[in-house]
């Protein structure tokens, strides 16, 4: 079974930049996995921001885009800010209208 | 604007079947733009994708709950539903209705809904 594999933590300071990753237990991640990118505040429901990669989703600041580094799908956060305190869920698709969610990667700013 | 709005009991029974549906406002169902979705997520932890499905009826469903899983489409309710039968405890969660972009991406949530498994 695919696992798709995500930073458990990060920690950044205000005004930094962060990449988070998103790979796979086996295999490499490419543009053809369609990787989008998903915040999460606390009580909140996930909100959209990356999606096909690299395309932000609408009223997403382009301090948020993403990348294929290497063998992983990217998401980086340039500039941040106390409010961009969140859980971050990738996403890749796997062919045949199936979807896996990342475990997630919890980003604290301090 | 679009709204998706779960609805459907907070609280099913153990070996019962659990039922949401999601009501679409401010887009069609029938868009062929789109697929809807429903995601979950238990307490504390991460996103689990269960499931899609195009406005012709045409289904996707996680490979690990597709023994369990029903989606179906009422187009005449703009509205889209889950069954998710012979429920444990380990099927508490938010369960959130989605819209998907082309099936690979979701691009809108619902507020999400509060399902408890328990006796």
């Known amino acids: 079974q695919t696992v798709v594999t995500q930073e458990p933590s990060f920690s950044v300071s205000p005004g930094g930049t962060l990449t988070l990753t998103c790979g796979l237990s086996?295999?490499?991640?490419?543009?053809?996995?369609?990787p989008s990118w998903y915040q999460q505040t606390p009580g909140q429901p996930p909100r959209t921001l990356i999606y096909?990669?690299?395309s932000r989703s609408s009223g997403v600041p382009d301090r948020f885009s993403g990348s294929i580094l290497g063998n992983k799908a990217a998401l980086t956060i340039t500039g941040a800010q106390a409010d961009d305190e969140s859980h971050y869920y990738c996403?890749?698709?796997?062919?045949?209208?199936?979807?896996?969610f990342g475990g997630g990667t919890k980003v604290t700013v301090l | 604007q679009l709204q998706l709005q779960e609805s459907g009991p907070g609280l099913v029974k153990p070996s019962e079947t659990l039922s949401l549906t999601c009501t679409v406002s401010?887009?069609?169902?029938?868009?062929?733009?789109?697929?809807w979705g429903w995601i979950r997520q238990p307490p504390e932890k991460g996103l689990e994708w269960i499931g899609s499905?195009?406005?012709?009826?045409?289904?996707y469903y996680n490979p690990s709950l597709k023994s369990r899983v029903t989606m179906s489409v009422d187009t005449s309710k703009n509205q889209f539903s889950l069954q998710l039968s012979s429920v444990t405890a380990a099927d508490t969660a938010v369960y959130y209705c989605?819209?998907?972009?082309?099936?690979?991406?979701?691009?809108?949530w619902g507020q999400g809904t509060l399902v408890t498994v328990s006796s």
């Open positions: 086996s295999g490499s991640v490419s543009s053809s996995y369609y």
């Open positions: 499905i195009f406005y012709t009826g045409d289904t």
């Open positions: 996403v890749l698709y796997m062919g045949s209208g199936i979807l896996v």
């Open positions: 989605a819209r998907l972009r082309t099936r690979r991406t979701v691009d809108s």
């Open positions: 096909s990669t690299n």
């Open positions: 401010y887009d069609s169902i029938t868009n062929i733009d789109y697929y």
